[in-house]
């Protein structure tokens, strides 16, 4: 782009020059010179425009390097998203592949026993990167004494004990204790290692900071591990990425993918953006022509009810909730074909029918008994207490054309007042899915629900979307109200710019805006957003990450660590720690390379 802008401006110039040096004209051809003149005068402001614009979008949170390699070079057995509290020292251990091993020495269940294989492959032989494994086992008899001569070698660590307090749970929840510890040769266990943590959740984040503090040697044949000792939690309970299947359908190993990345950056929750305008790809067991109706198509772009267990319990074995959302009254032109009545007629400003539908009619008493039985299924197909209920983009346009609303509104003396019916729809879907779940089902529900001064149960989670890097106003207004909160404003990360912008969504601080502490305390995490119209399966996972990496740690991290300069060479290091792992994920710091490449 820098080359085109040189060529144009060379070329403007040049041709400002020959207008400049040519004899004489007459009065027409001066004027038409002039004319000219300032179309090249445009052209090459333009030009100097688009290249200041170019330039300023090259923005970077570190100082590049002068001379030849990378930009940013890698750290070396980091944790990300960076611990609590973490002491390290120069001694370490060796760990043998075919030698070590994870024991479990209190409680157990299927989650920790399938974690304990998983990390063994990804520590040992992950997809990309088993070479070092390989070379130890082929080269460690001839090149042992280059680590076992070294002062600060203290042995070999063939067994790490897995320590569970309490008995497992079976699915992860707003509530669970993701706390851990590790000791490896703690000055109280010398030559040893142990994560312990009340709850297997905890374990779980406990194996991958594990995982991540192993790095190879010099040399590149043995695994290496520091002494270190790591106490660490959650800043938020809720961290989240939310996936679109509707705009363009994602296949079960793709989602999949995510929620193994997702775990590697402990990230807990999965919202399932599974329905919208253009397709419903989730097929319902009690109403199966949503589905065959409404998906692309229904025989190769629709989650059957095995496709979403899968899913469930593949983010349940890594200690990720999944929360699906059906977004109503508005973005349904979806469910339309396959629930008919369901959704708004449009009308013309001749008062003639229009063939176009909006969103879901909020009138008819039988459309609340077709959302109390859908939404009683949903809350038995999916296990956590918490359902996406939408709420956002209400266009009033169609109800405001249609006879039937327009009476109804007359009726209740609301006049125009179109924020009053989606109140009326909103709490009367609350009512029905309260009575028919008995209490249980809890929400989130995009910021417009209570923009529009919808009385909701306390427990509600609204979600903050709106205003980009402006959205301290709306979490100061929305917890006043007394009502958790979580944040997307700042990491919608579909956006894409050229050059490097983790460090944005790094530096979003959710708490920086002007309320009490108890305000604060309401604000319960946040979740990067990965919109689908022009995302799909082949681009999502390279898209998202390492950039909603940089949300992690916002959302796991201490408040103080915030400097995007000591940042980049542990996000450097993750990224390729992701891409032996066998992660397609983009480069995030510019000029690089990793040792494995894809």
């Known amino acids: 782009m820098r080359n085109v802008f040189v060529y144009s401006t060379i070329s403007s110039v040049i041709l400002l020059i020959i207008f400049f040096c040519k004899a004489p004209l007459s009065s027409s051809e001066t004027a038409m010179k002039k004319i000219i003149f300032l179309f090249l005068l445009l052209d090459f402001l333009n030009g100097w425009a688009e290249s200041n614009s170019q330039k300023s979008n090259l923005r970077f949170p570190f100082d590049l390097p002068k001379g030849e390699g990378p930009w940013i070079r890698p750290s070396i057995g980091q944790i990300w998203p960076q611990p609590q509290l973490q002491q390290s020292t120069n001694n370490f251990m060796v760990l043998r592949p075919n030698d070590f091993q994870f024991q479990i020495t ?44 070294n002062e600060h070698f203290r042995g070999y660590l063939d067994t790490v004990a897995l320590h569970v ?67 660490d939690f959650p800043r938020f309970p809720h961290r989240g990425l939310l996936l679109d299947s509707s705009r ?11 929620l193994d990345l997702m775990a590697q950056n402990k990230l807990n929750v999965f919202h399932w953006h599974i329905t919208d305008d253009p397709s419903f790809p989730y097929e319902s067991r009690k109403f199966p022509s949503l589905s065959q109706l409404g998906s692309f198509s229904q025989y190769s772009h629709v989650y059957s009810p095995s496709d979403v267990q899968d ?82 983009e209400v266009d009033f346009s169609c109800w405001a054309s249609n006879p039937e609303i327009n009476s109804f509104m007359k009726s209740r003396g609301w006049g125009q007042d179109f924020a ?152 450097e290091e993750h990224r390729c720690r992701l891409l032996r792992r066998g992660f397609s994920v983009n480069p995030i710091n510019g000029v690089s390379y990793c040792d494995v490449e894809w």
């Open 420 to 571: 009053r019916l989606e109140q009326f729809y909103m709490q009367r879907l609350i009512n029905v899915t309260q009575d028919v779940t008995k209490g249980d089902m809890r929400y989130l529900v995009w910021q417009e629900v209570i923009d529009n001064n919808v009385v909701l149960p306390t427990d509600t989670v609204i979600h903050v979307w709106k205003d980009g890097n402006k959205f301290h106003d709306e979490l100061a207004r929305v917890t006043k109200f007394g009502y958790r909160t979580v944040l997307s404003s700042p990491w919608y990360l579909n956006y894409i710019n050229y050059g490097v912008d983790w460090d944005r969504y790094y530096l979003a601080e959710p708490l920086a805006f002007n309320g009490t502490e108890s305000q604060k305390r309401l604000v319960i995490g946040g979740e990067a957003c990965m919109w689908g119209e022009f995302i799909d399966a082949v681009s999502v996972t390279s898209t998202t990450w390492p950039r909603a990496s940089a949300v992690a740690e916002r959302l796991w991290s201490n408040a103080n660590v915030n400097d995007a300069r000591l940042a980049a060479p542990r996000l």
């Open 165 to 231: 307090m309490q008995p497992c749970e079976t699915y992860p929840s707003l509530d669970m204790d993701e706390h851990y510890e590790i000791k490896i040769d703690a000055t109280d266990k010398p030559r040893e290692g142990i994560i312990l943590s009340q709850s297997v959740w905890g374990i779980l984040r406990g194996l991958e900071s594990f995982s991540q503090l192993i790095y190879a040697s010099q040399n590149g044949i043995a695994f290496q591990i520091n002494s270190t000792m790591v106490m």
């Open 248 to 258: 363009h359908f994602l296949p079960l190993d793709v989602i999949k993918d995510n």
């Open 106 to 149: 209190g409680n157990t269940c299927d989650i920790l026993e399938e974690a304990i294989h998983r990390y063994h492959d990804l520590i040992f032989f992950p997809k990309k990167g088993s070479g070092t494994a390989k070379r130890f086992l082929k080269l460690s008899k001839k090149y042992s004494s280059s680590w076992e001569q």
């Open 311 to 392: 899913i469930i319990q593949y983010a349940r074995m890594r200690g990720v909730r999944v929360i699906p959302e059906f977004d109503t009254p508005g973005h349904t032109q979806s469910w339309g074909p396959g629930s008919p009545g369901l959704l708004t007629r449009c009308y013309k400003k001749d008062g003639t029918a229009d063939d176009f539908f909006g969103p879901i009619n909020p009138v008819p008493a039988k459309n609340y008994k077709f959302l109390k039985e859908f939404f009683a299924e949903t809350f038995e197909v999916f296990p956590d207490a918490y359902i996406h209920l939408g709420g956002d």
